[in-house]
């Protein structure tokens, strides 16, 4: 079965510092990644995802992720955080090819975010 | 707007007493899961139900079991909640060929 780590816990970083949240994940095929976040009080939404192709996606606000498979890893970075990405982010995998019969999404256990204006 | 509801939002329960709790979607999308999140941990797959076929994980506890009338609504039903059962329970959906999962802002369940 996979298991997807997330480094850190709690990560604390002033307005406009650079972040990257860590990501590897265990499966040896075909994998789906996907980044999640959790604003407070709200629910999980998508990020971004990587199915195939380019390593590097791009997501929503400002927010990118590269997919090093010799690594198994799934780093999230953004260049300049801001105080409204306080939040929740998870790490998620679902193995095989998209859509092809594997629904369930393995989750790391989340990494929070705190901005400090 | 919202595309997956969950309700109640809060509920609380007293222990032993079957707790139901509900989930719809406005996406009609095949696939709708249900996830346990305890405080500071990863998010859980329960079950999962592909149309009308139902999928258990092998270790969720035969305490807890689903429902799903309809292309758009699923319920979990908790038969006899423990204070273990105690956590977040989140809804989600997604469309077979996609992958990505939308998900409710959940329902936090307190047993007593």
């Known amino acids: 079965a996979q298991s997807v780590s997330q480094h850190n816990h709690h990560v604390i970083l002033s307005e406009a510092a650079s972040l990257e949240l860590g990501c590897n994940y265990s499966?040896?095929?075909?994998?789906?990644l996907f980044w999640y976040v959790q604003y407070p009080g709200q629910h999980l939404q998508l990020l971004l995802k990587?199915?195939?192709?380019?390593?590097l996606v791009k997501g929503i606000k400002g927010f990118e992720a590269e997919f090093i498979k010799s690594k198994f890893s799934f780093n999230l970075r953004k260049p300049s955080v801001q105080w409204s990405d306080t939040a929740e982010y998870f790490c998620?995998?679902?193995?095989?090819?998209?859509?092809?019969?594997?629904?369930?999404?393995?989750f790391g256990k989340g990494t929070k975010l705190s901005v400090i204006p | 707007d919202a595309m997956v509801i969950q309700n109640p939002r809060y509920q609380v329960t007293q222990f032993g007493k079957p707790v139901t709790l509900s989930c719809s979607q406005t996406?009609?999308?095949?696939?709708m899961y249900w996830y346990q999140q305890k405080s500071s941990q990863a998010p859980k797959l329960l079950f999962h139900y592909y149309d009308k076929d139902f999928n258990n994980e092998a270790d969720t506890p035969d305490n807890f079991q689903s429902r799903r009338p309809n292309t758009s609504f699923c319920f979990l039903d908790i038969r006899s909640p423990g204070l273990g059962d105690a956590a977040m329970y989140l809804c989600a959906t997604s469309r077979r060929g996609v992958g990505e999962a939308f998900f409710g802002q959940g329902t936090r369940l307190t047993v007593v």
């Open positions: 996406l009609n999308h095949n696939v």
């Open positions: 499966y040896g095929g075909t994998v789906n």
């Open positions: 998620a995998v679902n193995v095989g090819n998209s859509g092809a019969g594997s629904y369930q999404l393995t």
């Open positions: 990587y199915f195939s192709g380019d390593p």
